[in-house]
C-alpha cells in the first residue's frame, strides 16, 4: 500500500534560518503529492502541490519538487518567520480526486 | 477552492452516547472524506462518502461505529456511536475541488469523550 514518510519533529529555528522538511513516499503508481499546514488552533490548509515528475510547487516562499528517483518531496524555506510555525504533513494521492495518505507531521517552532 | 463548515465545533461526550457530525460544503462536490486526527498525529481517513451510494469504510473503521449518510452534493453527517475515551480526536470532513482536484478541509470537530 501507499505510504508516507516524514522527518520527526519538533523542529526549532531561529528567524531567518533555512527551513528543510524531508519527505519519502511508497506509491504503485505515479501520485500527486502535497504539503498541508496547520496552524495552531486552525485547520489544515493545501500550502503547495506536484502533479508530476520534476513538478516544482511553490506558494508563500516554501518549494517542494517532485522526485521521482528519489520518490521524495520535501518542503523547503529559505528564510522562516515566526508566523510559520506550524505542524506541516505531506501527503499523496494515487489519483486526481482520490484519498489522501499522510505522512505523520513535522511541527516547527521558529523562535524570534 | 471549496468553502467547508463543520458543526459543532467541539463537544464533551460522555462514554456510551453517541454524536454525529455535521459537513456542508458551499458547492456540489461528488466525493467527501473524513478523516481522524487523534491527539499528536496525523490523519486517518475513515471513509469516503460518495452521493447515492454506500460510503467506503477504510481498514480499521466499520459502519456500525461510523455511519455515515450523504443526502446530497453539498452535506455529509458523520456520527461516532457509542464512544469511548480512545474516540477522542479531532474530525475532519474533506472535499476535492478545483482544477486539479485538490483536497480541502473543514475546520475540524474537536471531540472529547468522559
Known amino acids: 500500500g501507499n505510504s508516507v514518510t516524514q522527518m520527526e519533529g519538533p523542529v526549532t529555528l531561529s528567524e531567518e534560518a533555512f527551513l528543510t522538511i524531508n519527505c519519502t513516499y511508497t506509491?504503485?503508481?505515479?501520485?500527486?503529492l502535497f504539503w498541508y499546514v496547520q496552524y495552531p488552533g486552525e485547520g489544515l490548509q493545501l500550502l503547495l502541490k506536484a502533479t508530476k515528475a520534476d513538478d516544482k510547487g511553490s506558494n508563500k516562499g516554501f518549494e517542494a519538487t517532485y522526485r521521482k528517483e528519489t520518490t521524495s518531496f520535501h518542503l523547503e524555506k529559505g528564510s522562516v518567520q515566526v508566523s510559520d510555525s506550524a505542524v506541516y504533513f505531506c501527503?499523496?494521492?494515487?489519483?486526481?480526486?482520490?484519498?489522501?495518505?499522510f505522512g505523520g507531521g513535522t511541527r516547527v517552532l521558529v523562535k524570534p | 477552492s471549496a468553502v467547508i463548515s463543520q458543526k459543532p465545533s467541539r463537544d464533551i461526550c460522555q462514554r456510551g452516547t453517541s454524536l454525529t457530525i455535521q459537513c456542508q460544503v458551499d458547492?456540489?462536490?461528488?466525493?467527501m472524506f473524513w478523516y481522524r486526527q487523534q491527539p499528536g498525529q496525523s490523519l486517518t481517513l475513515i471513509a469516503t462518502a460518495n452521493q447515492g451510494s454506500e460510503a467506503t469504510y477504510e481498514s480499521g473503521f466499520v459502519i456500525d461505529k461510523f455511519p455515515i449518510s450523504r443526502p446530497n452534493l453539498t452535506f455529509s453527517t458523520l456520527t461516532v456511536s457509542n464512544m469511548s475515551p480512545e474516540d477522542s480526536s479531532i474530525y475532519l470532513c474533506s472535499v476535492n475541488s478545483g482544477p486539479s482536484y485538490e483536497q480541502y478541509f473543514g475546520p475540524g470537530t474537536r471531540l472529547t469523550v468522559t
Open positions: 458547492s456540489q462536490v461528488t466525493m
Open positions: 501527503a499523496l494521492s494515487e489519483a486526481a480526486g482520490n484519498k489522501l495518505t
Open positions: 506509491a504503485t503508481g505515479y501520485p500527486s
